[in-house]
């Protein structure tokens, strides 16, 4: 079975086989489109962002079809919600395919997301807060167990956040004063119920999250998970490059660093509003937790 991610700023798709009622992952297959750079002010997508994000489904279709894969699950996130021409794209994307694309509601990638991390968790009765920050969105879930109970998605995703505050491949600390503000501001309406539910532990997922915890352990700043205070030296290294042709954090891909500051910025106004002291990191995720469903371990 298989599962595709057309997440905001990365495709993903990850090929499992049932082996003794357990899920063997066989394959996995990762590009970066940045679909959500491709998102026009009224809507429509960019010409060549669909050029790109549908080559890249063309690779994932032929994939698909030279492994046989028997049950198939392909969903849509964060821009093609948004996308007021959506319907020409998904089209064309089911044929590159070979399979239907499920445009699911913030909501349900919330959901969804918690199912990946809380089966790739160790056991725990308490509750525990996941983060995902992705390309055009962040989801926030608290949940117990396998069951998530709060689920929130905030239109502010590493992407977006870039193009709205760093499009010039600059950086300033007034410009993340910016970013943060705008975080608070979307995180306002939750915050202080969140923090009232509250939670024993908080996990991350996603790229930027992996991309910050990789950084902190590679500068000594932590071993392994995310606080404050290692998010906040990252975010004062990434000021003092002051541009990103001059940006070099070990551990930043250069794929991943042109929408890093748009992501780390996110994770800096999350932390600071929802209050969290220590953030691990979760291999599990929105594909993961589709192909969990599909196998029923919900």
């Known amino acids: 079975m298989a599962a595709v991610d057309l997440g905001s700023n990365s495709f993903h798709m990850i090929v499992a086989r049932l082996h003794h009622g357990q899920l063997a992952i066989i394959d996995r297959l990762k590009e970066m489109v940045r679909l959500a750079a491709g998102l026009r002010e009224d809507g429509s997508l960019d010409p060549e962002a669909q050029q790109a994000a549908l080559a890249c489904l063309g690779r994932f279709g032929e994939r698909l079809r030279d492994m046989h894969a028997d049950t198939v699950r392909v969903v849509g996130t964060n821009t093609l919600r948004k996308a007021r021409t959506r319907q020409q794209f998904i089209e064309a994307a089911e044929t590159a395919l070979g399979h239907p694309v499920d445009i699911i509601t913030g909501v349900e990638e919330a959901r969804l997301i918690y199912c990946g991390v809380a089966q790739h968790s160790p056991k725990s009765d308490g509750r525990r807060l996941v983060v995902d920050i992705g390309g055009g969105s962040t989801e926030l879930i608290i949940g117990t167990g396998n069951e998530p109970q709060h689920m929130e998605s905030i239109s502010l995703g590493c992407v977006r956040v870039t193009r709205a505050v760093f499009a010039d491949d600059r950086f300033s600390a007034e410009q993340f004063d910016q970013a943060w503000m705008s975080i608070r501001l979307a995180l306002s309406p ?34 392994g998970t995310l606080t404050p205070e290692a998010v906040r030296d990252i975010t004062d290294r990434i000021v003092a490059a002051k541009r990103l042709s001059k940006l070099s954090l070990p551990g930043l891909s250069e794929q991943r660093a042109p929408v890093f500051a748009g992501g780390i910025a996110i994770l800096g106004g999350v932390m600071d509003s929802l209050g969290i002291a220590e953030m691990t990191v979760s291999d599990g995720a929105l594909r993961e937790g589709v192909l969990y469903e599909m196998l029923g371990a919900t």
């Open 190 to 223: 939750i915050a202080a119920a969140y923090r009232r539910v509250g939670w024993r532990s908080a996990i991350g997922a996603s790229g930027t999250i992996r991309a910050a915890a990789r950084i902190a352990h590679n500068l000594g700043l932590s071993d």
